[in-house]
């Protein structure tokens, strides 16, 4: 060894274990170089920070493309010879009607059927001589089959009726009450967003704490004179950074390129992050003080996570689920964290929705912290 | 002045292994204190009772005055704990590891840096953890232990693991940090490295201490038997028999295992002699006994590290 006692400039300083008294003038603190160490750690870990920030974003790139444009029904319609209800039509009804319809002539009609049956075409239109109009669709997708009839039947009906001179007796007016622009994007992106802050902060917490118990550093950090506050607080602000730079890079990539409109009250999101994230932390640390090893602790976070991201709608919207399941969703932080940020992304919402969901995350993370902190073990015994 | 360390008839028992049975110890301030023992005798449960990061079945136990057990934030900054794992934050360099470990204790980083240098690891500072070498982890790991200038210092099993010229490296650091003045406790399964480092040695097996003292008073208070070998085919293992019995030499063992013909004595003088007679001296080597012998007299069976 090329450093000895003899080239060292420091001599042992006084004992009486005032290490502060040694250079005072250097001020540390205990909580920022724990927090900055962490950081650091996170950030060199290339498949945290894959997990972390670019899978989520992976998973809002691809839905956001394959839903895209998608929301009309827009069909395709092979007419088959002349077919008078429509040819007849002229004006305002007719340009409605190209809205939502393409509509090709053709004339062979066996191969026309058959057109439709490979799905080159949604329905095929032809009508007799006797004024029958046959309408032939596919069911392949119901929500557009459904729209179609509806289109044909009032088409019909409109006609009929004008055939009779006649005013109508009875009209509906039917509006959307969201947003013209409620596109898929538009309940994805809170969705996934919360898919994604869940799995940061449940991993995050589970694999720290195991990791540290394991590698004993949670030992050294017991036997430094520094309190378990500033150890928690310092993890806590990690994952809190962690969060926000999930709904950051996921607000801006939603909205500059899949149209996401943000309503007025967007940035409530962050508070409402901010305590989804303490929910998902107690989560972790409770999945971390269960757990012995590092594949454990990813095993129990896993099922944790992926069913509560499925029944929070985190991936498809949970309306059409039965009964039983929307309940069992209701015990779960990401379904309120899920619910309420699409209120306040897309929907207008205000403090006054955000509040409550707020308090219950608060309430959770509490509960279950104060769970973990009873299992919680300093060593592996 | 109070002991760096004192201990009272501590126990630990893990389900049906009593890993700790009974061991009190004291240790004056500046000494270099050693455990020795075979891996599974209860050193590393000793030392961590001791560190205070477990708390013993039975048994009492005082640092510089106070008790380690429950967690005593007054005692901590006294007091430095090297791992026998390396524990450190994931994906840190070595300057960024001993830097955050040094701000727990409030000390700043010029400090912790000029420790850094101390080990000889300034030119790995900006090396990730996970990158270092076995021997530059555990220089690291005790620098970490050692930042806040602590007057009592715990190693376990410092060297485990070393190749030889980063274990006599980290010997020589090792003797500085007891130079200054720091009461050093060190567990270790070789028998060499107690006997250079150490004042006083314990020896330890199956939970309890068997005998302490210093490392050359151990050897000397066992039966001073002097093993005295040379080079096989020289002389018959009979022939030997014969003539050292009329040579009235106190034999206790005699062999040839075709490589050294050996032979235990108390008394080397005339076994000597009869060995230069035969002209029978080629490979010539006489060694006095080692703490191996002190263990093996202690425990009846060899020394397994």
């Known amino acids: 060894m090329t450093t000895t006692t003899s080239t060292e400039p420091k001599v042992p300083a006084p004992r009486g274990g005032s290490a502060d008294a040694a250079d005072g003038r250097e001020r540390v603190s205990a909580f920022w170089s724990l927090s900055r ?95 029958k109009v046959e309408l032939r669709y596919t069911a392949a997708d119901q929500v557009r089959a459904g729209a179609l009839q509806g289109i044909f039947n009032s ?75 500033t150890v928690v607080s310092s993890r806590i602000l990690v994952s809190l950074l962690t969060a926000f730079l999930q709904t950051g890079v996921f607000l801006v990539v939603a909205t500059s390129f899949f149209g996401l409109k943000l309503t007025g009250n967007w940035w409530l999101v962050l508070p409402l992050v901010a305590c989804a994230t303490l929910a998902f932390m107690s989560i972790g640390l409770l999945a971390g003080s269960v757990a012995r090893t590092e594949e454990a602790a990813n095993g129990i976070s896993q099922v944790i996570v992926l069913p509560m991201s499925f029944l929070s709608g985190s991936f498809f919207p949970m309306d059409g689920a039965p009964g039983w399941l929307q309940t069992v969703s209701k015990v779960m932080p990401l379904h309120y964290l899920v619910d309420s940020a699409q209120s306040v992304l897309t929907r207008g919402g205000g403090v ?5 969901t707020m308090g219950g995350l608060l309430l959770f993370a509490a509960v279950l912290t104060g769970i973990a902190w009873k299992l919680f073990r300093w060593e592996d015994a | 002045m109070t002991a760096a360390i004192s201990a009272d008839g501590i126990r630990q028992r893990y389900g049906d292994v009593q890993a700790v049975d009974g061991v009190s110890l004291t240790v004056e301030a500046g000494e270099f204190y050693g455990i020795l023992g075979p891996n599974g005798a209860g050193k590393t449960t000793t030392m961590e009772i001791l560190e205070g990061v477990r708390e013993p079945d039975e048994g009492r136990v005082e640092l510089l005055g106070m008790a380690p057990w429950p967690r005593n934030p007054k005692l901590l900054p006294r007091i430095g704990v090297q791992f026998q794992a390396s524990a450190f934050f994931r994906k840190l360099t070595a300057r960024e590891t001993i830097r955050t470990f040094a701000s727990f204790y409030g000390v700043g980083p ?81 028998l060499d490295e107690a006997e250079v480092l150490c004042d006083r040695v314990s020896i330890m097996d199956h939970g309890r201490i068997l005998h302490t003292g210093a490392p050359a008073a151990l050897i000397r208070e066992i039966d001073d038997t002097v093993r005295i070998s040379v080079a096989s085919g020289q002389l018959p293992v009979e022939r030997a028999r014969e003539l050292l019995a009329a040579a009235g030499a106190d034999v206790a063992t005699l062999e040839d295992d075709t490589v050294s013909l050996s032979v235990s004595t108390r008394l080397p003088a005339p076994v000597l002699s009869v060995l230069a007679e035969q002209n029978a001296l080629r490979g010539l080597e006489v060694r006095g006994a080692t703490l191996e012998d002190v263990f093996l007299q202690l425990t009846g069976r060899e020394f397994r590290a």
């Open chain 1, 37 to 131: 160490a962490m950081l650091l750690g996170m950030k060199r870990d290339r498949t945290a920070t894959f997990f972390i920030l670019l899978f989520p974003l992976v998973f809002l790139v691809f839905f956001g493309s394959v839903t895209k444009g998608s929301s009309t029904p827009h069909a395709k319609v092979a007419q088959v010879g002349a077919v008078k209800l429509f040819d007849s039509m002229t004006g305002e009804g007719r340009s409605e009607l190209d809205k939502v319809l393409t509509i090709t002539r053709t004339d062979d009609e066996a191969g026309t059927l058959e057109k439709v049956r490979k799905g080159d075409f949604d329905a095929m239109i032809t009508q007799g001589a006797d004024g």
């Open chain 1, 155 to 229: 088409v019909v009906q409109e006609a009929n009726q004008q055939a009779t001179h006649q005013a109508p007796a009875y009209v509906v007016d039917a509006q959307q009450v969201e947003d013209k622009s409620l596109k898929p994007i538009q309940f994805l992106t809170p969705g996934l967003l919360g898919w994604a802050v869940a799995t940061g902060a449940v991993f995050g917490a589970a694999l720290t704490l195991v990791n540290w118990r394991k590698t004993k550093v949670l030992r050294r950090l017991r036997l430094a004179p520094i309190s378990a506050g």
């Open chain 1, 352 to 356: 006054t929705d955000a509040l409550p």
């Open chain 2, 110 to 190: 010029k400090r912790a840096d000029a420790m850094l240098e101390r080990v000889g690891l300034a030119d790995k500072a900006e090396t990730l953890t996970e990158q270092m070498s076995g021997g530059q982890a555990q220089r690291l790991s005790i620098a970490c232990a050692l930042a806040h200038d602590p007057e009592l210092v715990f190693l376990d099993e410092p060297t485990t693991g070393l190749d030889p010229q980063a274990r006599r490296n980290l010997w020589d650091l090792l003797r500085d940090i007891n130079d200054e003045g720091r009461t050093v406790v060190l567990t270790t399964h070789y």
